[in-house]
Each structure stands twice: as C-alpha cells, then as structure tokens.
C-alpha cells in the first residue's frame, strides 16, 4: 500500500478512534452501579429529579446513551458537561463508571442472597424453672446482592421461645443489611436443656440453625413480713384525710417475692403512695418496699379495716389492722350542675344562654374568688349580664347561683372551651363544665340510610326473590329533595326497586327527621354465580351508596342454608343455661326434604318448627340452648339429614362453663385521652366506666392513681360514682371522672388502678400533653425562597414554605397570603401543604408547611407574607423565580448532543480537526 494511504489510513483510524471513546462498551456490576447511581459521591446523586431522575429508562438528559458506555460517561466528568465535573478527581473511578454504565443499560438487575447466621450457638445462664432468662440475640445477614426472603422461624424446644427481634417470617433483609431474632430461656422442670432455632429463607444452605442450651433449677423461697401490724388514726374530720402511715414490707428469703394486689376493707382507708404495687417484687435477702395509708372517714363514728397484701409466697396475705373515728366538720360543700353543655350554632350568631347551677349542700358558707373560660375557643363564649355567680359572691349553706353560658362560633367544626369556678371549698375547687359547641354554616340536607348493604340467598334464574327494604332518612338540619333514586353496578339488570314497598320519590322535599323507604328484589338473569350491583340515592349536596348482592342457582335444585353459619355461647357459669335462635332457610328452587335436626353431646339441646319439608325460599327456626355439666370448653354439632346434595349439613356449636365470677372492665378500654392543655390550666373532665362483665358480683377494694405523672390529673366527684368498698352486681357499672391539669410542658401520662376481690381490671391509661403558657414566636424557612423549573422548557416546580412556633404558647395563624403572580397552598389543594386553610392554631413546636408557586411560567419576585397573633404581626419570606429556557441538550448530560450547536459535539469536531491537521504535517 502506497506511503500516503497509509498515512490516510492511520489518520482516519485515529478520528475513528476518538468518537468510538463515547461508546466504549464495559462489563460490570449493574447491581453495585444501581446503588452508586442512586447515591453518587461528590454531593449530587445521579438520581438527582433535577439531573437523570430515578428512572433511567425514561432517558432524562439522555441518560441511555451512557449504557454499557463508560467511556462516555468519564468524558462527561472530564468535560464537566451539564456540571458532571463534580465527579472528577476519582469521586467516581473508572470502575465506579463501568458498574453505572452497566446499571443504564440493565436496571432491572438483581443479584443472589447469602445468609450466615451469628452466634451460631446460645448458652443461657442457669435459670428457675417458670422464669425467664434474659434475651439474648441472633443476627441474621445477608452479604450478597440480591434480597433474602424469610419463608420461616422456628424455635424447637419447649423451654425455649421467641422474644422480640427485627426479623420476621415473610419478611426480607437487603443486600449488605442484617435483621435480629430474640430468644428467651423458659424452662418448665429442673436439668440440663437443649433446643434449636431454625431460619427458612432462600439463600443457599437454607435452613440456618443457631443451637440453643441452658440448665434449669429449682426455686428457692420466699419469707414476707410486714412492720407495723397495726395503725391507729384518732379523730379526723369528715371529708379530710389524716396524714400519712406507712408500713414496710420486707423479704428475708432466699427467693424473690411478688406482689399480687393491695387492697384495704373498708373505703374510709386508702393507699396514699408508697412503693409497693401490684407486680413489684422484693429481692431475696432482706429486699423490701412501702405501703402509705391515709385515713378519709366518709360518716362520723369509729371505723375499722384491714390493709391486705397479697403475694406469691406462702402465708398470703400479710395484714395490717386498721383503726380511726371521724368527726363532723363545718365546711362548704360545692356541686357544679351539670358538668357540660352542648351548642350547635351558625357562624356569626348567638346561641340562646343555657344554665349552670353552682350548689353549697355543705354546712359553711361557699365564697366564689373566681370565674374563668379557657381553651382553644374561650372567645367564642361569654358569661351573661345578671348571673348570680360571679367573682365574691357568698353562696350559703343549703343555697344556690345560677349563671348563663352564650355560644357565638367564628368558624365552623368543633369549638371547645371549659368553664372553672373557684372557690374555698378545697376539695372540689374548681367546679369545671366543658363547653361543647360545633360552629356550622348554612343549614342543609343530609342523606342517611339505615342499612349499608342487602344480601339476597340463591335465587333460580328467571325467578324473583322476596322484597328487602332500605329506609332513607334526612338527618341534616334543612328541609331536603331527593334528585336521584338508582341502581347500578355490574348486575344493575338482576336487581329491581319494588314500587309496591318504596315510597321515596324525587319530586316532594323532605323535612328535617323525616324518613321514606325504598323495597329491592332479587332475580338473577344467568342460572349461577354471585352478581353484584348498588342502590345510589343523592340529593343535591349529599349522598348514600347501599352495595347489593345475591347469588343465582339452577332451576330444580333444594339448598341448605343456615344463619348463622356457628353458634357460640361464650362462657356459661355451671349451673346456669344459655339459649341461641338460628334460622334453616331452603335457598335453592325446589322442595327441601329433612329429617328432623339432632344435637350432640347431651349439654346442648334442640326445639325447633321445622316441617318435614321446606318449598323454595321457605324457613323455620330452631333454638339451641347449652347447659355445661363440667369446666372448660365443649364443642357441639347440629346436624340435619336431608335430599340437598350438600346431606348431612353440620352447623358447629361451641361453649365453655365457668365457675361464677364476676369480672371487672372499662369503656372506654383504650383509656382517656386530654387534647392539648396550658400548664396550669384544667381541661373539661372526662370519664371512665367500670362495668362488671361478670356472672358474681364484686367488690371494689381500692381505687388508685399511678405513675409518674399522677399529679396531673385531677378527680372531678361530681362526674364519679364508683368508691372503694362498693358492690357491684352482674350487669352494673359505675363512672371514674378526672380533668386534665398539667404541671409542665410534653407529654404527661398515669394509670388509673382498681383493685377488687375478683376480676380485677387492667389498668386504665390516662394521657395529655401540656402546652407553654409563654409567648407564640413565629418562624418561617427558608426565609428567601427561589423557583425554578427540573428542566428546560418545563414549569418552575412549588417550593415548601414551613411555618413553625418556636415559642411557649399557642400561635393563632391569622391569614396567608401572596403578592402578585405567586400562590400559597394549603392542605385543600390537591397539590397544597400540610397548613389548614387560615384562620389555624400552632401548638408550640408545632409546625406546618405551605406550598409557594408561581401563577404563571415567566420571571417572578414577591414575597408571601404570614400574619398572626406573634410580635412582630408580619413576617414574610423573599420569592424570586425564572423557568430555565434553554431548548435542545444541555446539564446533565452525559450523551453525544442532538443538535450541531451542543458544546460536546463542537470540542470533539475541533480535536479530530486538530489531529488531522498535524498528521498532515508529519512526513509519510
């Protein structure tokens, strides 16, 4: 080949060879490049909604390019293409480069668990039997690249179990990441003991096992004594407490010792603190804790009881003998009637006054000091001119005053405020009444139906089912019309509306309260399987929606059915029977054939008025009735023989007997919970209801508030009916009722504590949170906010703006607004913010965001300005924003360009230009 070909040859070799460095293709770790690519060094991710975003195959900034294309990629970071730069100086390595390449161009690569298991083996240090050891922990991890699936863990060995851990069966751990497994020792007799944890998963050498060992021994024993064994109390007033005596409790065993209960006889002794409780245990070898009693007579005269304190070693219970004598005192005895009051009111007007009563059934004169409203709508609620309590009046013994609450709301929703009045009758001071009101708008219409779904048995196709009834109801507070009465839905066409049954119509209005009623029937149009439709009844700002169902069944065919489908009798005390009714409906479309129903064992028995046969679609009804011979639970059949295909159909019986007792439980069972209260304010009062579930009535022993935070809550008599020495039958109950009062700032929570001869209760949490009394501050960031948009040619995207109260009471956020051609939006925009519409409240360190956008996609400079209750009235945050406008390829990209203006195709031109021209230099 001649010189000058040669040369030509090498020339054009080279420019191919400087184009081909943008599409250098390199195998890789697609898995390790999807993480680098989703958490890059150097301060920006590649995954960055402002570079390529999250989604690779989208081809933002035409990321594709870079597939399987390292080369292009490291020629991006050399020429710091759409600001790529930041990633020179081997933040990101021609191996790091290689694996994101490979990820580009395969991003749904997955790699392969592995799993290894540390310690492999536990060895628990010796433990009592029928107590547990302390938790030790299994790590489980997974060093490979794919997620490792937990089908299973098992823990063999009956003296062992599972106790707490992050990892769970069908649960996963990533790649590089590891979950916990707790096991606990729990051995049942004495001796060496052995087990095993075995972990299921999908990783190679599945199943892991972790082998499990301890040695159990036997309990030592426990010796209670309690000193003194008895408290005299002398003379106390009635309705004062004496001051405190403690007793002390103490254990010189060898074994730890349990307290089970405290309890005293008679309700004028009560446990006033100590460290004793329910659950505490004294160690062994001289442990020990305290019991106060205070002495509270309820009449006049000598009293007597006994402080018992069970617990789990012998000679239980230890007793302490009890001993006062109560005296009269002259005292005012104050009761707020009633101790709530309810509003419903149009915003901006008036309500009518409703009355509280302040009485003094005590024998010295009540003297009023103050009267106060507080809470988060105090404002919207006034004391009326002419009330005869008010600030210094005396009310005498055996008398009264009355004073009127008026209720204007300022804003729809709930409005709540409390009322205290304080007087000299410490014991009750301050009487409080919650002020309940609910602001409304423009009175309306409200659609309400009494039943949310018909179910219709099996039906023959071409046949139609018995009608079933739907009442529609207004139960708003104006006068309303119906405008639609329809059915629709998958099988609209196998549903029907009655005329004969329904006389809702669209044509008259409904008043307030007044109902009508809409009749359905059932006929399936195909001969099997279940349809479906809806009832929808609107009116013109309110709707409901009644869900139909039923199931079509061939023509020719009888059908069981019963309802219910079990019966279960819970928990019969001996001696005592229970009954149950059930129906036996023929669902199918011919004659049901049946010999007559038989129970088993001989504790249940059977009446009934079932025929020897049934046509389609008729029933009879049967009535079970379970009488226990013995404890514990006993199941039981029904069985019925008949010409169904489904012959013989079983219906499942089940009970349990149980000795008598009675059985002591709360409503609510999730405790009480106070909203949001200054420190040092009362919030209204709430109550708890402890009812006896139970079969024997029971004696309620001892009525305790404890933890830390006791303090707080403050009992309010005249919403509480329960005592200590009070008997409760079967069925009955009685109230507990507290206000909130919190003494500091955060969270402030207690548990209320009853103790009672039988069926004892959990005990019941009360919880608030005590705000600052101090000054709002309010705080917005950022405080200068720039828009832009992710890309060219797109819109500027909202920015947050967060509204925060730094300071120690409550911020009354007034309005939120913006100057012009930019929005703030709150929580009803769909795309808005977490702040309510203005006006709202910040509790302190409470904090809510606005979203700032521009109106239009052009240049923008304002401010968006927040008015509230804090000093200084205004603070305002800086907004400036332009669109980025630049068409074609441009930052972040790390492909070859699209157009012939992009700078990555010009700088290559001019070195392959610049190349040839020197090779032309250069001698053949």
């Known amino acids: 080949m001649p010189s000058t070909a040669i040369t030509t040859t090498r020339r054009w070799s080279l420019l191919a060879a400087i184009f081909l460095i943008a599409g250098s293709a390199h195998a890789a770790d697609a898995v390790r490049g999807k993480q680098l690519y989703n958490n890059t060094p150097g301060g920006t991710s590649c995954a960055n909604s402002s570079c390529h975003g999250t989604n690779v195959s989208a081809n933002r900034n035409k990321v594709q390019r870079g597939a399987n294309n390292p080369s292009l990629i490291q020629s991006a970071i050399n020429n710091d293409t759409g600001g790529m730069g930041i990633y020179r100086n081997n933040v990101l390595t021609s191996t790091d480069i290689a694996d994101i390449a490979a990820y580009i ?31 030790q922990t299994v790590t489980l991890s997974n060093s ?5 699936s937990i089908s299973s863990i098992t823990v063999n060995g009956s003296d062992f179990l599972r106790s707490g851990g992050s990892c769970a069966a069908g649960g996963s751990v990533a790649a590089g990441s590891s979950c916990t497994i707790g096991v606990a020792f729990k051995p049942q007799t004495a001796g060496s003991k052995t087990g095993s944890l075995s972990i299921a998963h999908n990783a190679t050498g599945s199943p892991s096992s972790v082998s ?22 002398g003379s106390v007033d009635v309705g004062s407490q004496s001051a405190a005596q403690t007793a002390t409790v103490s254990n010189s065993g060898t074994a730890a010792m349990q307290i089970s209960s405290l309890s005293i006889t008679n309700s004028a002794f009560g446990i006033s603190g100590g460290t004793c409780a329910a659950g505490t245990t004294l160690a062994a070898g001289g442990g020990s804790c305290t019991v106060s009693v205070r002495f509270a007579p309820g009449s006049t005269g000598a009293a007597s009881g006994t402080l018992n304190i069970a617990h789990n070693a012998s000679a239980s219970p230890l007793t302490v003998a009890l001993s006062g004598s109560g005296t009269t005192p002259a005292a005012p005895v104050a009761q707020l009637s009633p101790t709530s009051l309810s509003y419903s009111q149009t915003v901006g007007s008036s309500s009518a006054a409703q009355t509280l009563t302040l009485s003094n059934s005590g024998s010295a004169a009540l003297t009023i000091s103050a009267l106060t409203i507080s809470g988060a709508a105090a404002s919207e609620y006034r004391i009326t001119t002419g009330s005869s309590c008010s600030a210094g009046a005396s009310v005498a013994a055996g008398s009264s005053c009355s004073l009127g609450v008026v ?14 009045i304080t007087h ?38 071409g046949s139609r089912s018995a009608s079933q009834t739907v ?19 998958t099988n609209a066409g196998d549903f029907a509306i009655d005329n004969a049954l329904s006389d809702c119509n669209t044509t008259s209005s409904m008043a307030v309260g007044a109902s009508c009623t809409v009749g359905l029937s059932f006929a399936p149009t195909v001969s099997s399987g279940s349809r479906s439709a809806a009832l929808s009844i609107s009116a013109s700002n309110s709707s409901a929606t009644v869900s139909l169902s039923g199931t079509a069944a061939p023509a020719g065919q009888p059908a069981v059915t019963w309802n219910p489908g079990s019966l279960d009798f819970g928990n019969v005390p001996l001696g005592s029977s229970a009954s149950r009714s059930l129906s036996l409906s023929n669902s199918g479309t011919s004659t049901l054939t049946l010999n007559a129903p038989v129970v088993s064992p001989t504790a249940y028995a059977l009446s009934h008025n079932c025929p020897a046969s049934l046509a389609a679609g008729a029933s009879c009804s049967l009535t079970v009735a379970f009488t226990p011979d013995r404890s514990g639970s006993l199941g039981g059949t029904l069985t019925l023989q008949s010409n169904a295909a489904t012959s013989p159909d079983n219906l499942a019986l089940s009970g349990a007997g149980v000795a008598a007792a009675g059985q002591l439980g709360w409503q609510p069972s999730a405790g009480l919970s106070y909203p949001d209260t200054a420190v040092g304010s009362a919030s209204a009062s709430q109550a708890a209801t402890l009812s006896n579930t139970g079969s024997a009535s029971v004696v309620i022993q001892q009525i305790q508030l404890a933890g830390a935070n006791s303090a707080d809550f403050s009992p ?10 009070q008997s409760l039958a079967p069925g009955a109950n009685c109230t507990l009722s507290f206000a909130f009062v919190p003494s500091s700032v955060g969270a402030r929570s207690a548990s209320l504590n009853v103790v009672a001869d039988a069926g004892t209760p959990p005990a019941l949490s009360l919880s608030g949170n005590g705000v600052g009394s101090g000054n709002a501050l309010l705080s917005l960031n950022p405080s200068y906010i720039t828009l832009t948009s992710n890309a060219p040619n797109q819109p500027m995207q909202p920015e947050a703006l967060v509204l925060s109260n730094d300071g120690g009471a409550v911020l009354h956020i007034a309005a939120v607004t913006a100057t012009a051609g930019l929005q703030a939006l709150n929580s009803s925009s769909p795309s808005g913010g977490t702040c309510p519409p203005p006006p709202f409240d910040l509790n302190p360190a409470q904090s809510c965001t606005v979203m700032v956008a521009a109106l239009a996609d052009q240049p923008v400079s304002g401010s968006v300005d927040v008015y509230s209750d ?41 070195i392959a230009l610049a190349v040839l021209a020197y090779r032309r230099r250069q001698p053949s």
Do not use: E
């Not at 490979?144 to 490792?148: R, T």
């Open 144 to 148: 490979g690249s794919g997620p490792l």
């Open 471 to 489: 009442s529609v109801s207004n139960s708003g507070s104006a006068p309303m019309q119906l405008s639609s009465i329809a059915i629709n839905g």
């Open 105 to 135: 161009a395969n991003p749904n690569a997955t790699g392969s668990p592995t799993a290894a298991v540390s310690p492999t083996s536990l060895n628990f240090a010796s433990t009592a039997t029928g107590s547990t050891s302390a938790t």
């Open 407 to 420: 209720f204007t709301p300022n804003s729809t929703g709930s409005r709540n405020a409390s009322l205290a």
């Open 870 to 910: 804090a000093n200084p009235a205004k603070s305002s945050a800086s907004v400036k924003g332009a669109p980025l406008s630049n068409a074609g390829a441009g930052g972040c990209s790390i492909g070859p360009p699209d157009q012939p203006g992009d700078p990555i195709w010009l700088l290559m031109l001019l």
């Open 424 to 461: 000299n009758d410490s014991a009750h001071s301050p009487s409080s009444a919650s002020l309940n009101g609910n602001g409304t708008a423009a009175p309306a219409g409200q659609v309400s139906v009494n039943r949310l779904s018909l179910s219709y048995p099996a039906q023959a196709n």
């Open 212 to 233: 499990l060992s301890g040695t159990a021994t036997t309990p030592a024993a426990a010796n209670p004594a309690v000193s003194p064994n008895t408290m005299s109390f």
């Open 716 to 725: 309010d008599a005249a919403g509480t009916s329960c005592s200590a020495g």
